[in-house]
């Protein structure tokens, strides 16, 4: 029985031995002479010349509709609502009353305060021929006159807080939902309507700081909103003295107009803005940018090799992106194959049109 194991044993360890030994020959069979001697392979690669050209660049930007002008309305003083002189959702003037406050006590007031007037006019008055004639001191005259003057301010503090009771439109626009009702006691916490001009739209942006530069005031822009896909035309008007440190981008903002009210307030727009056109720019496809842990690279020909050069780039379209340093103009730029290469690897390079 030994013997019969051993001889199995014999006969495994035979027919493995074999097996290895034809893996063994077919793949030195398999192995490329060339490689063999140390010599690579020339990789396949697609590449182009790379040429200046004209180029104009476009911000792809993020930004919100915003009123020229917009208000909550309110009352500067507390009292009953006696009338409301506006329907809501239409539109109001300058000037237009929209509504009023019970002002009753106000005007018993202001009797009270101008019969305090006069009497303190005409002792004022009288103080002052006395004062001529020497029959008064110069001290009693003065605490005459400013009795006077001080009944006066009275006066003039009521007629104030009365105009108060009547509150107008501080522009023309558009007058939204109501909040209060006819009798309705109001504060001036107390929110009556929101009042909109819409006739101009704000469009507040923000581009990043390497673009501050080319920013000018009246500089034109266009945009489009998430609902529509016309395209709207704005002005820049303004933008802030200073880079945002935190997010290191400038905030813009520009005025459109809105005639038709198609516009409106708090809308996404999606802004396109137009920078400084470049003459002489390098644009390379997007396709021969490889990522890389502190930016990004190109692979270029050099000699029959690759060669791996670092690059800061700036704006994209959608299939090139501009070179702002790291290349030249008449370098071969590889475009396809590039993500097996390695600096210096043997390369046969056919080029294509660009």
């Not at 476009?58 to 909550?72: D, F, H, M, P, V």
């Not at 009246?218 to 933008?239: C, G, P, Q, R, V």
């Amino acid at each position: 029985m030994k013997i019969k194991y051993i001889v199995y044993t014999l006969l495994i360890v035979g027919i493995g031995a074999l097996i290895f030994h034809r893996i063994s020959e077919n793949k030195a069979a398999k192995e490329d002479p060339k490689e063999k001697s140390g010599k690579k392979k020339p990789v396949n690669v697609t590449g182009i010349i790379l040429k200046p050209e004209v180029f104009a660049d476009n911000l792809s930007l993020s930004g919100s509709l915003e009123a020229n002008e917009q208000i909550e309305i309110r009352s500067e003083v507390s009292g009953v609502v006696e009338s409301i002189n506006f329907t809501e959702g239409s539109s109001v003037t300058k000037g237009q009353v929209l509504f009023k406050v019970n002002d009753i006590e106000l005007r018993a007031q202001l009797g009270k305060v101008k019969s305090a007037q006069s009497l303190a006019s005409e002792n004022e008055r009288r103080a002052k021929l006395l004062l001529q004639k020497q029959a008064i001191s110069l001290e009693e005259y003065d605490i005459a006159s400013a009795d006077f003057q001080s009944a006066k301010a009275e006066t003039q503090l009521i007629q104030a807080q009365l105009g108060k009771t009547t509150v107008r439109a501080p522009f023309s626009g558009k007058i939204g939902l109501r909040y209060i009702s006819k009798g309705t006691y109001v504060t001036p916490e107390t929110v009556i309507a929101n009042l909109v001009n819409t006739s101009q739209l704000k469009i507040t942006f923000s581009i990043p700081e390497k673009y501050a530069a080319q920013m000018k005031i009246n500089s034109s822009l266009s945009f489009t909103t998430s609902d529509s896909k016309e395209k709207y035309t704005a002005k820049i008007y303004a933008f802030e003295p200073g880079v945002d440190v935190a997010s290191r981008t400038l905030k813009m903002r520009a005025i459109a107009q809105n005639p038709g009210g198609k516009l409106l307030p708090g809308t996404f727009a999606k802004v396109a803005l137009p920078l400084e056109k470049v003459n002489d720019a390098l644009l390379v496809p997007t396709e021969a940018l490889i990522p890389i842990q502190n930016g990004k690279k190109i692979f270029i020909a050099n000699g029959g090799k690759a060669k791996d050069i670092v690059v800061e780039t700036g704006a994209r379209t959608a299939k090139s992106i501009l070179i702002l340093s790291g290349l030249k103009a008449g370098d071969t730029i590889l475009t396809s194959g590039v993500m097996s290469l390695k600096d210096g690897s043997p390369v046969k390079v056919k080029l294509q049109k660009n």
